[in-house]
């Protein structure tokens, strides 16, 4: 059995599983292939979104290229990623294509797929600030849990 194969089996088995990409809804081949080729992981921050029920029930499929600014790209698989809650909330509207106007000539629905692995390091670069600035929130929070015990 090929990789292509035990791709497919997988997928059944995972829809039958009920795994789902939208919150609410039932389990969809078309999202449960997205968990598959994305194996498994945030394409922004890498975690596993398997680890445990808090993680998959708020795992997402976000769209790569935000359905706002690109309605054409909307219903295209290469633009639709795996994220957690918290990496889809923090990207929100960003375009990762606002920088790349060479890419932005090159790129349509067909030719998505290939510039899929560029848009995502954009918008990773993008998220490190906000991840950065909600690490110092949390940091700073602790330090005033920490000496107000009485809270």
Same mark, same amino acid.
């Given at each position: 059995?090929?990789?292509?194969?035990?791709?497919?089996?997988?997928?059944?088995?995972?829809?039958?599983?009920?795994?789902? /990409?939208?919150? /609410?809804?039932?389990?969809?081949?078309?999202?449960?292939?997205?968990?598959?080729?994305?194996?498994?992981?945030?394409?922004?921050? /890498?975690?596993?979104?398997?680890?445990?029920?808090?993680?998959?029930?708020?795992?997402?499929?976000?769209?790569?290229?935000?359905?706002?600014?690109?309605?054409?790209?909307?219903?295209? #698989?290469?633009?639709?990623?795996?994220?957690?809650?918290?990496?889809?909330?923090?990207?929100?509207?960003?375009? #990762?294509?606002?920088?790349?106007?060479?890419?932005?000539?090159?790129?349509?629905?067909?030719?998505?797929?290939?510039? !899929?692995?560029?848009?995502?390091?954009?918008?990773?670069?993008?998220?490190?600030?906000?991840?950065?600035?909600?690490?110092?929130?949390?940091?700073?929070?602790?330090?005033?849990?920490?000496?107000?015990?009485? !809270?």
């Amino acid at each position: 059995m090929d990789k292509e194969e035990k791709n497919e089996k997988l997928i059944k088995s995972l829809v039958r599983a009920g795994l789902s /990409g939208k919150h /609410g809804e039932n389990s969809e081949e078309k999202f449960v292939e997205i968990w598959v080729r994305d194996e498994f992981k945030c394409v922004y921050c /890498g975690e596993y979104l398997l680890k445990d029920k808090i993680r998959m029930t708020s795992a997402q499929i976000d769209h790569l290229l935000p359905k706002t600014k690109h309605p054409k790209y909307k219903d295209v #698989p290469a633009n639709w990623v795996l994220s957690c809650f918290l990496c889809n909330q923090l990207k929100r509207t960003f375009d #990762p294509l606002k920088n790349m106007p060479e890419i932005m000539e090159k790129i349509s629905p067909d030719t998505l797929g290939v510039y !899929r692995n560029l848009l995502i390091n954009a918008c990773k670069e993008h998220l490190k600030k906000s991840w950065n600035e909600k690490e110092g929130i949390l940091k700073k929070s602790l330090k005033a849990i920490n000496q107000n015990p009485d !809270r």
